[in-house]
């Protein structure tokens, strides 16, 4: 723990948020200024994230535990991705702000960091940082989508 301008830092969040590509261009500065509008949510194993549906205006960075994002179909769930530390669910609906398009299921007990979109645009030099690395997550995840879809069509 760090005490930066009268405010107790913890340093171990500032450097995970570090390590996670979505928030990579960011000074520590500007990473502690994030942490301070985040909060830290805990969900136990079998529970939602969020649920397919749900309204939304923030996303996940995850710590610790197991989750599977999951897409109604034919009356079943199937899934899509298994989650794990370091990795961001929810970044859609930052820039929609549309209803989830799945839901997120702890397979184990979670722990992740959350990031409404009031709280990331505060600043809008962070806020330009972490959209731009949102549309490549965002872009990263069609590719490989359509790559597996090419694959499974040959």
Avoid: W
């Amino acid at each position: 723990m760090t005490d930066v301008i009268g405010y107790t830092v913890n340093d171990s969040l500032v450097a995970v948020l570090g390590k996670v590509p979505l928030f990579a261009g960011l000074s520590r500065l500007q990473l502690v200024f994030l942490l301070g509008a985040t909060s830290r949510v805990t969900v136990a194993s079998g529970d939602l994230f969020f649920d397919e549906g749900d309204s939304a205006d923030s996303l996940y960075v995850f710590v610790a535990g197991e989750a599977v994002v999951e897409k109604r179909s034919e009356g079943e769930f199937r899934r899509l991705a298994i989650v794990t530390p370091g990795q961001i669910l929810g970044e859609m609906a930052v820039v929609d702000r549309l209803p989830r398009s799945a839901r997120v299921r702890a397979v184990k007990d979670c722990l992740a960091i959350k990031l409404n979109s009031v709280g990331l645009e505060c600043s809008h030099e962070i806020a330009a940082t972490v959209y731009r690395n949102i549309s490549g997550v965002i872009t990263a995840r069609l590719r490989a989508y359509t790559d597996a879809d090419d694959k499974h069509s040959e």
